[in-house]
């Protein structure tokens, strides 16, 4: 499909005044320019603030409840420097570091992809957003109908993958015939399903399933602790509240968010326009707050791609303006209803 000139002109027209207003805020904000430095100042402030609240609870200031929840926002943080990472915003020359950031964000959200993996797909979703081959968004739930399986997988990526296992393979050995996904991207695929999720992922996904049957099981009675019950309680707990149970919450906020924001199915590809919607109403705030604003600010990023994530939340404002003035879909939860597709059906 072509993009219509009207199209093209829209999107030079956004994309234009986005950039003049990141240029306007980096002119007035002098500190901007230490981007590496902000980029690093922020994943050590999230990190110290998810190993402060972890000590706060083991000495019993903080109950677990707390605690998950002060971790899963810390963890947004760095889902978002991740993200910024992946587009090479900080130390892209001092390799050294740029490492370490990436294995620190990953470290503290083990249950992601590996993010040296996600880039190629994270790269390939900006280039077909909302086709068949969006890995990374369909991954995510982007596109799936509206119903309980949904909701189930929605933030956990190990049971969305074996549950549509039999279909999506089919959708891609059906998208390689028709030539839209190459031989170096099916090498890709294989080797993401593979050791994409290793060592931290898989491991962690099956010490919870095995964890939440024991303690449902000991919860209704219906299995009497013995002594390696409590010690097994005892050493996987901390992980748990630690490490699984912030992110499957974080993970299921942003995933809800960023599935529905994106279109599928039926747009254009590379139009911009259609990829993505704004997805504010006030009662996404309890998902915005563990996935730092992702519905009001990622399309801004379609847009103006190289920008920091902290630029996005300033530049929101005058985004948005912009955005209504060309007609992008604020709210649009008739995609909801309708698997995530452009136009109604
Ligand atoms: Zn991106
Ligand atoms: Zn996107």
């Known amino acids: 499909m072509n993009i219509s000139d009207i199209d093209i002109l829209k999107i030079r027209r956004i994309t234009a005044q986005l950039q003049q207003e990141h240029d306007r805020l980096r002119m007035k904000f002098k500190f901007l320019k ?42 947004s943080i760095l889902h978002e420097l991740e993200h910024d990472l992946i587009h090479g915003l900080y130390f892209k020359k001092v390799k050294f570091i740029h490492n370490m950031m990436l294995f620190t964000v990953w470290f503290f959200r083990p249950l992601t992809l590996n993010p040296w993996i ?10 077909h957003s909302g086709q068949k081959i969006d890995i990374e968004e369909r991954g995510v739930t982007n596109g799936e109908k509206w119903g309980f399986l949904r909701l189930l997988i929605t933030p956990d990526l190990v049971l969305g993958f074996l549950l549509r296992l039999r279909r999506l393979k089919k959708e891609i050995i059906q998208e390689k015939q028709n030539g839209n996904f190459s031989e170096k991207d ?8 593979l050791f994409g999720m290793l060592p931290f992922g898989i491991p962690l996904h099956f010490l919870f399933y095995f964890w939440i049957i024991l303690y449902s099981l000991s919860y209704f009675g219906l299995f009497s602790p013995t002594n390696w019950t409590s010690s097994f309680f005892e050493i996987s707990n901390p992980v748990i509240y630690i490490f699984v149970l912030p992110n499957l919450i974080r993970q ?27 997805l504010n109403r006030w009662w996404t705030w309890p998902f915005q707050l563990f996935c730092f604003n992702f519905g009001s600010t990622h399309s801004i990023h379609h847009f103006v791609v190289n920008e920091p994530f902290y630029l996005r939340q300033m530049s929101m404002k005058k985004s948005h303006q912009v955005f209504k003035q060309e007609g992008i879909r604020f709210n649009d939860t008739r995609s909801f209803k309708n698997a995530n597709h452009y136009w109604p059906k």
């Not at 299921?252 to 704004?278: A, K, P, R």
Request: proline share 0%; with cysteine.
């Open 34 to 75: 230490f981007q590496n430095f902000i980029g690093l100042a922020l994943m050590i402030l999230s990190v110290i603030g998810i190993l402060l609240s972890t000590y706060l609870c083991f000495v019993g200031a903080m109950n677990t409840f707390l605690l998950v929840l002060t971790i899963a926002f810390w963890n």
């Open 118 to 127: 996600r880039k190629y797909w994270h790269y390939n979703h900006h280039q």
């Open 186 to 193: 099916s090498e890709k695929l294989k080797s993401t399903v």
């Open 252 to 278: 299921f906020c942003l995933h809800f968010i960023t599935s529905n924001m994106h279109y599928y199915g039926d747009i254009e590809e590379g139009n911009i326009l259609q990829q993505t919607q704004v």
